[in-house]
T-cell receptor, first 111, second 114 residues
Framework: GQQVMQIPQYQHVQEGEDFTTYCNSSTTLSNIQWYKQRPGGHPVFLIQLVKSGEVKKQKRLTFQFGEAKKNSSLHITATQTTDVGTYFCAGRVDSNYQLIWGAGTKLIIKP | DTGVSQDPRHKITKRGQNVTFRCDPISEHNRLYWYRQTLGQGPEFLTYFQNEAQLEKSRLLSDRFSAERPKGSFSTLEIQRTEQGDSAMYLC????????????FGEGSRLTVL
């Protein structure tokens, strides 16, 4: 079946270091969304990417959608404690299909 | 508050009992989704409604699970004869079927089956 693989499962960083999470789909996606879930919270929508090769920025967050529309990444520059949480990608094969969720990457700031 | 609300937030029950969760979506949203999430995993799709019509149900969903959205507004998710494996966070989300398709999640209902 259709799958979205997300790596790594965890990433420990020092505050101020960068963080990157990657998603790969077994099939071409029509679009991909990114969500953030704080510890004990619910997923909150960050962004949607639709176009091949699309790059979008939100302050320190950079989102990319691959040329083949089968992979995507989220990069956070100079992490802060407020960035702690789990970041999920969720892709859609077709607008009539459900989102296929990655397992998430948990961002942990080292004490 | 115009967000998605879920009730109850926590439910502890004994194996074999029935439980029902309620979701009130954002009022103008015509799509409503139920997901299940266990620790360390992403949300797992259960079912979704467009207005009052249940358009899709996960093939993984047991017959013990049923959902309704009788008037196209709030929805209920019922689990009959609960099992310990049903313990999870049950998330409701709503969306407006526009080009963005972003989901707005509620805080979730945490189920613990003893």
């Amino acid at each position: 079946g259709q799958q979205v693989m997300q790596i790594p499962q965890y990433q420990h960083v020092q505050e101020g270091e960068d963080f990157t999470t990657y998603c790969n789909s077994s099939t071409t996606l029509s679009n991909i969304q990114w969500y953030k879930q704080r510890p004990g919270g619910h997923p909150v929508f960050l962004i949607q990417l639709v176009k091949s090769g699309e790059v979008k920025k939100q302050k320190r967050l950079t989102f990319q959608f691959g040329e083949a529309k089968k992979n995507s990444s989220l990069h956070i520059t100079a992490t802060q404690t407020t960035d702690v949480g789990t970041y999920f990608c969720a892709g859609r094969v077709d607008s009539n299909y459900q989102l296929i969720w990655g397992a998430g990457t948990k961002l942990i700031i080292k004490p | 508050d115009t967000g998605v609300s879920q009730d109850p937030r926590h439910k502890i029950t004994k194996r074999g009992q029935n439980v029902t969760f309620r979701c009130d979506p954002i009022s103008e949203h015509n799509r409503l989704y139920w997901y299940r999430q266990t620790l360390g995993q992403g949300p797992e799709f259960l079912t979704y409604f467009q207005n009052e019509a249940q358009l899709e149900k996960s093939r993984l969903l047991s017959d013990r699970f049923s959902a309704e959205r009788p008037k196209g507004s709030f929805s209920t998710l019922e689990i009959q004869r609960t099992e310990q494996g049903d313990s999870a966070m049950y998330l409701c989300a709503s969306s407006l079927h526009l080009k963005t398709g972003e989901l707005f999640f509620g805080e979730g209902s945490r189920l613990t089956v003893l």
